[in-house]
Each structure stands twice: as structure tokens, then as C-alpha cells.
């Protein structure tokens, strides 16, 4: 399976979200979403709405994303769900690949035993992500 991408996923215009501003959430195998954004209306490098960007905007995380702390665009240090400026793309690909990889379009609409399933069977064919 390729490593995930997330200029490449920017790219695709499949990933744009329906109402043409912005792009859809990321979501990974074992649950994690979360939104990443880029453009010139977001905490972004370079600020272009045009890529390849080397930092993009991080928002709303499911749940506590280590890998984030540190980019909190929050004073409150307990905020762990908002929202992450200037994240460096290789930690965005890190915490994807880390968390199973991403599920793409076709994959989305899986009923939640399904995508236990599916995960299983990748983890067996391709060994357990560390």
C-alpha cells in the first residue's frame, strides 16, 4: 500500500468537500478524523491556495493527537480538539500512516464492522503499522 500523501491529497479534486470551499476530513483506519486544511485563508506554508504546501492547518481531531501538541493554536493548553497551525506535512503523513493509513472515497461509506474487517485483513497482509 502507498504512503499516504497529503499534497497529493490536496491535489485530487475528489477530496475537495462538497460545498467547493475547503477539503473533506481525513479519515483513518482505526477512527482517527480530523480536518487539514491549506489555502490563503489558513495557517498555512506557504500561504497560496495553490500547492504543494509544507505546512498546513489541523482541525478538530476526533480525539488527542500527540504528534500535534506544540502547533495548538489555542492558550488553553488542555484544548486538544481545536485547531493546529503551521503542522509540518511529513507529521500529518506520520500521524496517518501511524494511525492505518487513510480511507479513501470508495472506502468511506463502510459500515463500521466492515471497515474492522478490512483493517484486519490489511494488518494480516501487510503487518501491524508501529
Not at 498555512?44 to 504543494?52: A, E, I, R, S
Not at 481531531?61 to 500535534?68: D, Q, W
Not at 493548553?77 to 500521524?95: F, H, K, L, N, W
Amino acid at each position: 500500500m502507498a504512503k499516504f500523501d497529503l499534497n497529493a491529497f490536496f491535489a485530487d479534486a475528489s477530496n475537495r468537500h462538497e460545498s467547493g470551499r475547503g477539503f473533506r476530513r481525513i479519515r483513518c483506519w482505526d477512527g482517527l478524523t480530523f480536518s487539514a486544511q491549506a489555502s490563503e485563508g489558513h495557517f498555512c506554508l506557504p500561504t497560496k491556495d495553490f500547492g504543494p504546501w509544507t505546512a498546513v492547518e489541523i482541525g478538530f481531531p476526533s480525539r488527542k493527537v500527540e504528534e500535534f501538541k506544540g502547533f495548538e493554536d489555542s492558550c488553553d493548553p488542555d484544548d486538544s480538539t481545536g485547531i493546529y497551525s503551521r503542522v509540518p506535512v511529513e507529521i500529518v503523513e506520520a500521524v496517518v500512516e501511524k494511525h492505518g493509513g487513510w480511507i479513501a472515497n470508495a472506502e468511506d461509506s463502510m459500515s463500521e464492522c466492515d471497515r474492522k474487517e478490512a483493517l484486519l485483513a490489511r494488518w494480516r497482509d501487510d503487518g501491524y503499522p508501529t
